[in-house]
């Protein structure tokens, strides 16, 4: 959140005076508090989404809109020491050999409850500032069902959600087709559910009233959703091409900035983690949730920050992930966010330059890592009230 202070000049003729700034919060309050938006605070914010930006190859003012970050994932290292035999190196791998060895580097969703460490010896240092300080800029927005991290109290394998305890099943649409086909043609999927926050109270209006979504899908008021917000030094960072689906694509998007050997992609890559319960009550509207996690009040400021990996339901304790070693910034606690702030996001999200469709959707929730596989640095910072989200 940009915060202002007015430039003093001193008085003399025909000099303007300053002009009095207002903080997101003092337009939030005024909103929150305005008797013309409290009779249907729903109605008041639904929003229409902005015309889709040009597709690829569009000619524009004598540029070319070709999205420079497709297909910029790596799997392949290319890199002496790393070989990509018999598999590209960055392919997902057991986690131990058959001795018993830990033969991947470390991993995550880790438990973050403040003590914690984990077991493994970490090959990465975590970045501990605010990541647009250490200049990496988000790169995409996405979440899970569930929460893929362990905070005992806040979420974790005791909390609840209206249909769901941890690690259960939840049925959605296949992730290659459209919520708007039809029925008929529609196929589902068992998708595993993650740890639960414990804030839901079927006995109060703002966890059981359904919400009109108009550009997210598959999602439930009650439920537990951690939001990812991965970061880059690598992204193609105050373009219109800055937010990519799949996230790797815009993690990896300029070739050189992150690599192996030397090993920097601790200090390059980073995610923004945060868990909420989706609550129908506009009292907690965030409108700019696509940016980075919401740092206001008590968000952000109890954080665990540790090195891992990328998680996914692909990964588990037998299978790892090689995209590791990154940073990890993880709000401890369960936060509330109305259904609208989510929604507001979907809809910017449908307006950039790349198709984030496959991202509009809760994922899967990989089970939180063992012991001997998260990592021995863990620690605690704050971002503070006052921390500035940036572009």
């Known amino acids: 959140m940009l915060f202002s202070a007015p430039l003093v000049l001193s008085s003399a003729p025909n000099v303007p005076q300053p002009v009095p700034t207002a903080t997101c919060s003092d337009i939030k309050a ?9 009779a249907n605070l729903q109605q008041m914010t639904m929003m229409e ?34 070989p990509d035999t ?16 830990i033969q991947a580097l470390e991993q995550s969703g880790t438990n973050v409850t403040l003590g914690y460490q984990g077991s493994f010896n970490a090959a990465g240092t975590p ?3 605010s990541y647009w300080r250490a200049g990496l800029c988000p790169v995409n927005v996405h979440w899970h069902l569930g929460a893929e991290h362990l905070s005992m109290g806040q979420y974790d394998d005791m909390g609840m959600g209206p249909t769901l305890r941890a690690g259960s099943a939840h049925r959605r649409l296949e992730e290659t087709e459209s919520v708007h086909t039809a029925p008929q043609h529609r196929r589902e999927l068992s998708v595993r559910a993650g740890g639960m926050c414990h804030h839901y109270d079927a006995s109060n209006p703002m966890y059981t009233t359904p919400y009109n979504w108009k550009h997210c899908w598959d999602m439930t008021v009650g439920m537990t959703y951690e939001v990812h917000w991965p970061h880059s030094a690598g992204g193609a960072c105050h373009t219109p091409w800055q937010f990519q689906t799949p996230f790797y694509d815009g993690v990896f998007c300029i070739p050189g900035v992150t690599t192996l050997s030397p090993l920097n992609t601790f200090s390059t890559i980073g995610v923004q983690a945060q868990i909420f319960t989706i609550v129908n009550n506009e009292s907690y509207y965030y409108p700019d949730l696509i940016r980075g996690m ?3 009040g008590d968000m952000g400021t109890d954080m665990a920050v540790y090195t891992g990996s990328t998680t996914g339901t692909s990964r588990h304790n037998e299978v790892c992930s090689r995209y590791t070693p990154i940073t990890w910034q993880v709000d ?17 999200m449908k307006t950039q330059y790349d198709d984030m469709t496959g991202d509009l959707y809760p994922h899967g929730a990989r089970e939180a890592v063992l012991d001997s596989l998260a990592a021995n640095n ?7 009230t006052h921390a500035t989200h940036r572009p």
Not at 86 to 101: K, Q, R
Not at 332 to 348: E, G, N, P, Q, T
Not at 379 to 384: A, D, F, I, V
């Open 378 to 384: 863990q620690q605690t910072m704050t971002l503070g």
């Open 127 to 129: 970045i501990t500032s």
């Open 86 to 101: 018999p598999a590209p190196y960055f392919y997902n791998i057991n986690c131990t050999m058959e001795s018993g060895v």
């Open 332 to 348: 401890r606690k369960c936060h509330l966010i109305s259904a609208s702030s989510f929604d507001k996001m979907c809809a910017d």
């Open 294 to 296: 919401v740092v206001e």
């Open 30 to 38: 005024a909103y929150q508090s305005s008797s013309c938006c409290g």
């Open 49 to 82: 989404v902005s015309p889709p930006p040009p597709a690829p190859g569009t000619i524009m003012m004598g540029t070319q809109m070709t999205n420079p970050c497709h297909a910029a994932q790596p799997y392949s290292a290319g890199t002496p020491g790393f």
